[in-house]
């Protein structure tokens, strides 16, 4: 019978919660590397054993961890994240250019297919590759040639929170970093180009239809047919069926397109998951009801799904790397709050229960469906 | 022998107790204290001084003998009382927050 991992990162340690395929009955562990911010946390698809961790703090900066034994163990291993080559600079908040300095790992991205290499997001935007299982970190700074001087830095920072891996090409990469939109590899990280056409953020730039400088908050695709993809922005729900070479927008019936996360079922890939986000100011569901958005035409025709979640007095917000899906049937969905509650639907969505209630603010959850 | 006490969140990271001892082979400075530990604690390199620029980082400080020496030269000689373990160099994570 399957079991199920949930890998939650908090901004005050780790979670692992587990569950068989009820997904009724949960045991909680953690926190692990207690005190400190977990950004994200995200298991080997090859050897799901392998899980990766990053760590990071004000006071003593970043470090990575790595279990091999589904996270009972960990083990810190390589933190030094240099930037290759030239210091550029990219846009400061006064319109000054400012020097990369390094902050934190926003997402650690393991391969499809060697458990030895892991990819990780940071803060300032940039993109790094490990081959040896975290040990020592290369930068692909063939990204930040786009045009990155132009980057420059959301509310949370300048980082690459966003990192997927074509299935059907291993050679395909996309990223996406807040505020310089969406990004595309073909050969495997070594070349970039911006794929950004047919965004527009009339409110954020002074071009609203710019090459780059989009804030783009998340995508997601499904692996069945990686052509596709789905994305989150500061506003506007968004789709490409040509990876990415144009978008348009699915925002549809929605009660706001602004948002953090997105998701697509794991069978169904017009199947796509969103959490409504009041506006860029107000940064909880509107009317102080916390409602998941289902639509099961690409994208459009949205349902409201809140059986289970509460419909009164909920100002919490979901972050961008805080919603996943299982792969059992029916899909598993879940997602975690500011507010510390980590909700799972056992059945694609229409009926929601919390996992827990009252942890640290969520900042990412990430889920394994183990045989 | 040389006493040091690390913060919590760094002696929980190298799993080892809150105090340890290190050995020195050359000048005992405080830089050579942080070379020995960063040696033998990998893990602790870039939580105390900058990968890059090996400066320490900005919420990191430095007690020792009772003084801060946190903006003394890395070079500078340390007191008997701490070479010879009559007391520990404390590496403290600044009062920060709220």
Redesign the interface.
């Known amino acids: 019978m399957s079991t199920i991992r949930v890998l939650v990162g908090t901004r005050k340690g780790g979670f692992i919660l587990t569950s068989d395929a009820g997904r009724k009955e949960w045991k909680v562990e953690g926190p692990f590397f207690p005190?400190?911010e977990i950004y994200h946390i995200k298991g080997s698809p090859v050897n799901p054993d392998r899980i990766y961790a990053s760590q990071t703090?004000?006071?003593?900066?970043?470090?990575i961890q790595r279990s091999d034994d589904g996270g009972k163990t960990w083990e810190?291993v390589g933190?030094?994240?240099?930037y290759n080559g030239v210091t550029a600079t990219h846009q400061w908040f006064d319109g000054s250019q400012h020097p990369w300095e390094?902050a934190r790992v926003w997402y650690l991205e393991p391969s499809l297919t060697d458990p030895e290499t892991v990819y990780a997001g940071v803060e300032d935007a940039a993109l790094f590759r490990s081959r040896d299982g975290g040990m020592t970190w290369e930068e692909l700074s063939g990204l930040r040639e786009v045009k990155g001087s132009l980057w420059q830095p959301g509310a949370g920072g300048l980082c690459l929170h966003t990192i997927l891996q074509d299935p059907a090409d291993p050679n395909r990469l996309y990223i996406a970093i807040s505020a310089a939109g969406a990004f595309r590899s073909d050969d495997g990280g070594e070349t970039w180009r911006p794929i950004n056409n047919g965004l527009q953020s009339p409110f954020e730039l002074p071009d609203p239809e710019a090459e780059v400088g989009h804030c783009v908050h998340n995508i997601a695709l499904h692996p069945s047919r990686p052509n596709v993809l789905f994305m989150q922005k500061h506003w506007d729900v968004m789709r490409s069926d040509n990876a990415g070479d144009s978008w348009y927008e699915v925002s549809g019936n929605l009660p706001t397109d602004f948002g953090f996360p997105i998701a697509v079922h794991s069978h169904e890939p017009e199947t796509v998951y969103v959490v409504p986000i009041k506006s860029d100011s107000e940064h909880y569901p509107p009317d102080g009801r916390l409602r998941v958005f289902r639509s099961r035409t690409g994208g459009n025709e949205w349902e409201a799904l809140t059986d289970g979640l509460p419909q009164s007095n909920c100002y919490v917000n979901i972050l961008r790397s805080a919603m996943a899906v299982d792969t059992l049937d029916p899909c598993g969905v879940y997602f975690g709050t500011t507010g510390g509650q980590v909700y799972v639907s056992p059945d694609a969505g229409d009926h929601w229960l919390p996992i827990v209630h009252d942890l640290p603010p969520v900042l990412s959850v990430e889920v394994q469906t183990l045989p | 022998m040389i006493r040091v006490i690390l913060?919590?969140?760094?002696w929980r990271?190298a799993k080892v107790d809150r105090e340890i001892s290190l050995e020195l082979n050359g000048a005992a400075t405080l830089g050579a204290v942080l070379d020995a530990l960063e040696q033998q604690y990998p893990?602790l390199?870039?939580?105390?001084r900058?990968?890059?620029t090996r400066e320490r980082?900005p919420?990191?400080r430095f007690f020792i003998a009772g003084e801060d020496w946190s903006f003394e030269p890395w070079d500078k000689p340390l007191p008997d009382s701490i070479v010879t373990g009559a007391e520990p160099l404390r590496i403290v994570?600044?009062m920060?927050g709220g």
């Open positions: 005190g400190w703090s004000g006071w003593f900066g970043q470090v810190p933190n030094e994240f240099s390094f | 913060p919590t969140h760094l990271l893990m390199r870039g939580t105390i900058d990968h890059a980082r919420f990191i994570g600044a920060a």
